[in-house]
C-alpha cells in the first residue's frame, strides 16, 4: 500500500510539475491581468502541493495503523464507490429538478450522513455551509447562472 501511494504521489507530483511547466508557455501573468496559462498554472501548483503532502504522509504514517485489511477493505471501498457513484447520478438529474440549492444540499448531507457516517447536527451544517459557499462563489460572485428549482433563488 504504501509503495503505491509513494508511486502515484510521485506521478501525479511530476504530472503537476509537467502542467506548470506548459502554462508559462501560454504566459501566467499576474493576479490583477490573469494571462492564458494562469488557471492551468494554478491547478497544477495546486496538484503539486496536494501530491507533495500526500508524499510525506506516506513517510509519516505507520504500517499497520488500524485499517481493515484484505477482502473487508475491498468490499467496503467497492460499496463506498458504488453508493457514490449512484447518489453523483442521482443528483445530476435532481439539480435540474430540485434546483441546484436544494440539490446540493441534500446530496452534501448525504455523503456526511451516510457515506461517512457523521453526525445529523454536523451532516446539516456541513451541508448548509458547503452549499451557501458554492452559491456565493458561483451566482454571487462569477454571476453563472445555476438551475432554480423550486425555488425563485
Not at 62 to 70: D, H, L, T, V, Y
Not at 74 to 87: E, K, P, Y
Not at 95 to 124: C, K
Request: some cysteine; hydrophobic content about 55%; overall charge positive.
Amino acid at each position: 500500500m504504501f509503495r503505491s501511494d509513494r508511486y502515484s504521489s510521485l506521478f501525479f507530483l511530476g504530472l503537476a510539475a509537467f502542467i506548470c511547466w506548459q502554462s508559462l508557455a501560454f504566459g501566467v501573468g499576474t493576479l490583477g491581468q490573469p494571462g492564458p496559462g494562469f488557471l492551468s498554472f494554478s491547478a497544477g501548483v495546486a496538484m503539486g502541493l496536494l501530491s507533495l503532502v500526500f508524499l510525506i504522509g506516506t513517510f509519516l504514517k505507520r504500517r499497520g495503523s488500524g485499517e481493515p485489511s484484505g477482502e473487508a477493505k475491498t468490499g467496503s471501498r467497492r460499496a463506498t464507490v458504488i453508493t457514490l457513484c449512484l447518489s453523483l447520478f442521482a443528483y445530476a438529474i435532481a439539480v435540474h429538478w430540485l434546483g441546484f440549492v436544494l440539490a446540493t444540499l441534500l446530496f452534501v448531507v448525504f455523503l456526511f450522513r451516510i457515506v461517512e457516517t457523521e453526525p445529523w447536527w454536523r451532516s446539516l451544517t456541513k451541508g448548509a455551509l458547503v452549499t451557501a459557499g458554492n452559491y456565493l462563489v458561483f451566482v454571487l460572485w462569477l454571476g453563472i447562472p445555476l438551475p432554480k428549482g423550486i425555488f425563485p433563488w
